[in-house]
């Protein structure tokens, strides 16, 4: 069974960073593509980054370009998001989901872990 595991939230100042990990178990992670999308209260699911399973091209929404990076470790079944520059528009549960759900922007599926919460807030 596919397990997600979410974590590396907090409550930031504006300009300041965070690196998120999703943990994954329960299915062969170096092939598949992984993606991460957020959550604000009272909006839709946002697609922020995607990699390939393959080269590891990576991919972003505008809004993050320059300040996100997305990666993974394939030996520890897990992938990163690591947040610079963190804004306050950049405020939602953060969740991480694997293969063509949410990939370059298609739709994205209910979340399959618990999310990890970002606060930026000055």
């Known amino acids: 069974e596919e397990h997600l595991v979410e974590s590396g939230g907090g409550l930031v100042q504006p300009g300041e960073s965070l690196r998120l990990s999703c943990a994954t178990s329960?299915?062969?992670?170096?092939?598949?593509?992984m993606s991460w999308f957020r959550q604000a209260p009272g909006k839709g699911r946002e697609w922020v980054s995607s990699?390939?399973?393959?080269?590891?091209?990576?991919y972003y929404r505008d809004s993050v370009k320059g300040r996100f990076t997305i990666s993974r470790d394939n030996a520890k079944n897990t992938a990163y998001l690591q947040m610079n520059s963190l804004k306050t528009e950049d405020t939602a549960m953060y969740y991480c989901?694997?293969?063509?759900?949410?990939?370059?922007?298609?739709?994205?599926?209910?979340?399959r872990g618990q999310g990890t919460q970002v606060t930026v807030s000055s």
């Open positions: 989901t694997t293969g063509s759900d949410c990939y370059l922007g298609s739709y994205c599926g209910a979340p």
């Open positions: 329960g299915f062969q992670f170096s092939r598949f593509a």
């Open positions: 990699i390939a399973s393959d080269d590891g091209s990576t």
